[in-house]
């Protein structure tokens, strides 16, 4: 599939949103890049979970920026 974009930002935000039923194929910056981001998604989640399975209290608020 092709997907006209005005920008990568807008683009890995569409594709982030398929989940795991998107793989980005071409260009290699932006899957290099969607992978860096789910790398570090799937990082702060871990860190989420093991505060909340040893009991402690989350210490951040989880923040959206742009």
Do not use: F
């Not at 989940?19 to 899957?31: F, K, M, Q, S, T």
């Amino acid at each position: 599939m092709t997907i006209p974009t005005e920008s990568y930002d807008v683009l890995a935000g569409a594709i982030l949103r398929m989940g795991e039923n998107a793989e980005v194929l071409d260009p290699p910056e932006l899957r290099a890049r969607l992978a860096a981001t789910t790398a570090a998604m799937a990082r702060a989640v871990s860190i989420v979970s093991a505060k909340i399975t040893l009991g402690k209290p989350l210490s951040r608020a989880i923040s959206v920026t742009e």
